[in-house]
């Protein structure tokens, strides 16, 4: 995932890194707002959301 933004970045492709990054941040949000009601609270919930983001559903 880093690479791709770097990569994109470093074409001048700044439209395409932003709508990349904004996937991967409403992602987490999402998958943190699941975590959070499935009632794990704190650094538990904050795994689990960063699990289900960059470790592709390890967390499920």
């Known amino acids: 995932m880093i690479t791709?933004?770097?990569l994109l970045a470093w074409h001048g492709k700044l439209v395409?890194?932003?709508m990349v990054s904004a996937v991967s941040l409403l992602w987490f949000?999402?998958?943190f707002a699941w975590a959070?009601?499935?009632e794990d609270h704190g650094r538990h919930a904050l795994q689990r959301a960063y699990n289900s983001t960059?470790?592709?559903g390890d967390a499920f």
Do not use: E, I, N, R
Request: proline content about 0%.
């Open 4 to 6: 791709a933004l770097v």
């Open 16 to 18: 395409a890194v932003g």
């Open 29 to 31: 949000s999402a998958a």
């Open 36 to 38: 959070y009601a499935d």
């Open 54 to 56: 960059f470790g592709w």
